[in-house]
């Protein structure tokens, strides 16, 4: 029998020391999600992207911003804010850090090339959306003013999808998923979406919330009615994760639904190349991370301890609130536009954050956020925007990893089918 080679051995090594700690059972549902196509396991494997950057890169010598860490095409998505306005924005932060601002751009690039292949793009399509997305980020980087995309001032793809979601009333979203009985509404426990979970767990989840709760300006409007797993996703699959019924405005039919994501350390490893501030745990991480680079947080966003383990808290809103590639195959004159407006919101989200515009870090983070610990300033981020040098070595790196991931999709291909994950 012919060896696999070093190398080979060490991606699957890699794979399953990553996912050790994890639900095997939603491991083994992941793996199966990450088969289906190369994008599919490029987005479920953040951690070895930047295990694969190299050390001492050039482009390490790019501004430092706060990134959310695992910028890709469907991390962009529509969801209502505290105001219950309909926005559009980044958004997923489990990976947040502060890091040089060509890793964030360079994932995202991955995923444009990465994401043609499997769209049946020619290569100088995928290449012409990587420039496209580019010179929107360059662009809105040195007007030097972060803005925000609401439902208003959306087009074409994006004003659909959140067209969409202001017709969406909470009583549907209750129906689909719970169930009334005597004008008591509990989760609807189908065993694949919304699993059952035994009492003692139960207990810990509601006492811990409940805890949290009373604390809270309104205690009543977060007192449980239910509770259950939640399995969704596929980067965080096998992870602990909850949706919780809760009062919220008055029974049955103005419930709310209410998400716990167990949070994790950043798959970024950023402070090899800069100081990170110290975070209470790592949902408080991505929580902070959060409100400062979106234009309007999304509802109820909040950090707490759960035993040894933090979570994310957010209120539960529909998961298909966000772009799904394959709808816009052979729809080039669509991608762009829509690749523009990921560019500039990316670009906005790092102004929205730098020293000069986010001027209560220290207020936050306590001072040593100060200084070298806060994001670059926005004069330096327009001179950096103005320097072509950076995107050619980007765009470079992002076509050569592209290969790597392709090559690293095969090998889990094979390994999987022949059991060995």
Not at 36 to 57: E, H, I, K
Not at 158 to 168: F, P, Y
Not at 288 to 308: T, V
Not at 366 to 379: I, K, L, N, R, Y
Request: proline share 3%; with cysteine.
């Amino acid at each position: 029998m012919k060896q696999q080679d070093p190398q080979q051995r060490d991606l699957i090594a890699r794979i399953q020391s990553f996912h050790k700690d994890r639900d095997q059972t939603l491991v083994q549902q992941k793996y199966q999600a990450l088969r289906s196509n190369a994008f599919a396991f490029f987005r479920g494997t953040c951690f070895l992207f930047y295990a694969d950057w190299p050390v001492g890169f050039s482009l390490d010598q790019a501004p430092v911003v706060w990134v959310c860490g695992d910028l890709h095409l469907e991390n962009f998505g529509g969801y209502k804010s505290d105001a219950r306005k309909i926005c559009f924005d980044l958004n997923d932060f489990d990976e947040a850090a502060l890091a040089p601002c060509t890793w964030e751009l360079g994932r995202l690039l991955t995923s444009v090339l990465v994401a043609g292949e499997v769209l049946g793009m020619k290569r100088a399509e995928a290449r012409a959306l990587c420039r496209s997305f580019l010179d929107a980020y360059t662009q809105a980087l040195i007007k030097g003013r972060a803005r925000t995309l609401s439902q208003d001032e959306a087009t074409g793809s994006i004003k659909r999808l959140l067209a969409e979601l202001a017709k969406r009333k909470r009583k549907d979203f209750l129906k689909e998923r719970t169930q009334l009985k005597n004008n008591r509404r509990t989760l609807r426990f189908d065993g694949v979406k919304m699993r059952s979970i035994d009492e003692a767990e139960r207990t810990l989840v509601i006492s811990t919330f409940q805890t949290w709760a009373a604390q809270q300006p309104n205690p009543s409007f977060f007192k449980v009615l239910d509770v259950g797993q939640r399995v969704a996703g596929t980067a965080s699959l096998g992870l602990k994760r909850y949706a919780l019924l809760v009062e919220g405005k008055g029974s049955p039919d103005e419930n709310y639904l209410l998400e716990l994501k167990q949070a994790r350390v950043s798959a970024l490893k950023a402070d090899r190349v800069i100081a990170q501030p110290v975070w209470a745990n790592d949902a408080e991480r991505i929580a902070s991370i959060q409100r400062r680079m979106q234009g309007m947080p999304p509802a109820l966003l909040n950090a707490l301890s759960l035993g040894k383990d933090s979570f994310v808290l957010k209120e539960l809103q529909p998961s298909q609130d966000r772009i799904v590639l394959q709808n816009l195959s052979g729809e080039l004159e669509q991608l762009h536009e829509l690749i523009e407006t990921m560019g500039a919101l990316t670009a906005w989200a790092q102004l929205r954050t730098s020293n000069q515009h986010f001027n209560t870090l220290g207020q936050s983070l306590g001072q040593e956020a100060q200084g070298t610990q806060g994001s670059t300033a926005v004069p330096e981020l327009i001179a950096f925007a103005q320097d072509p040098q950076w995107q050619r070595a980007l765009l470079e790196h992002a076509q050569a990893y592209t290969r790597q991931v392709e090559k690293d999709y095969q090998t889990f291909c094979n390994a999987l089918d022949r059991g060995a994950l």
